[in-house]
């Protein structure tokens, strides 16, 4: 399974924009980047994901580089309850559902 | 629409026990997959079933073991219980993969296991 790379741990503070980044220099041409987010107590909720053009949901945006190799998940305006772990995986399309999780971005928000 | 629920949440058994974890799927997923979450390894894929068959497998001893039922309930069994046992397990199901590639996964709240 193709690897990421992601920051140990970020700070940010409320109302602010975040840019979580994620390198996959390996990733294939078949890989889809998916994020997932881990809240205290909580399973790993999905976030959002994307193949090769940059894409919005109602909680994120998802900037991908245009050789893949590296990508940016953005929160626009973070709030307290973004406080989590972010992970950054690489699925194959129609992929089972092994994910291979890094350690993931741990990402504090500042009141 | 109900989560994925499971069962129980908190538990504690002594090193040698057995215990066995549940997971109702959201209804119409069929794939269920188990995941073992410990500070030191962080999240690790153990089983992946798909209309009853076993279709992936982590890389765990034997005593991890699961099955998947006709209405896609999941059970995972660990039996001979270590220490290093002591772990969140979370499950996970997903439907059909959507007009965007996605597959995505929906995960449990878990079921903490303490080994003693």
């Known amino acids: 399974d193709a690897k990421t790379t992601q920051p140990n741990s970020m700070e940010s503070n409320e109302e602010e924009p975040v840019h979580l980044p994620c390198n996959h220099s390996?990733?294939?041409?078949?890989?889809?980047i998916h994020w997932y987010r881990q809240l205290p107590s909580q399973g790993p909720e999905y976030v959002i994901h994307?193949?090769?053009s940059n894409v919005n949901n109602r909680m994120a945006s998802l900037a991908i580089a245009e050789d893949r190799k590296s990508s940016t998940l953005i929160l626009h305006r973070a709030t307290l309850r973004d406080a989590a772990v972010y992970y950054c995986?690489?699925?194959?399309?129609?992929?089972?559902?092994?994910?291979?999780f890094g350690q993931g971005t741990r990402l504090t928000i500042n009141p | 629409k109900a989560g994925v629920t499971q069962t129980p949440r908190y538990l504690i058994k002594t090193r040698g026990q057995q215990v066995t974890l549940s997971c109702s799927p959201i209804?119409?997923?069929?794939?269920v997959s188990w995941y073992q979450q410990t500070p030191g390894q962080g999240l690790q894929f153990l089983f992946e079933?798909?209309?009853?068959?076993?279709?992936n497998k982590g890389n765990f001893p034997g005593r991890f073991s699961g099955r998947q039922f006709s209405n896609s309930r999941s059970e995972m069994n660990v039996s001979t219980l270590e220490l290093g046992d002591s772990a969140l397990y979370l499950c996970?199901?997903?439907?059909?993969?959507?007009?965007?590639?996605?597959?995505?996964?929906?995960f449990g709240a878990g079921s903490r296991l303490t080994v003693l």
């Open positions: 994307g193949l090769t």
């Open positions: 390996t990733i294939s041409g078949t890989d889809y």
């Open positions: 995986i690489l699925r194959g399309l129609q992929g089972a559902q092994k994910l291979v």
């Open positions: 209804s119409g997923h069929r794939s």
């Open positions: 996970a199901s997903s439907g059909r993969t959507d007009s965007t590639g996605a597959n995505v996964l929906t």
């Open positions: 079933y798909f209309s009853e068959t076993q279709r």
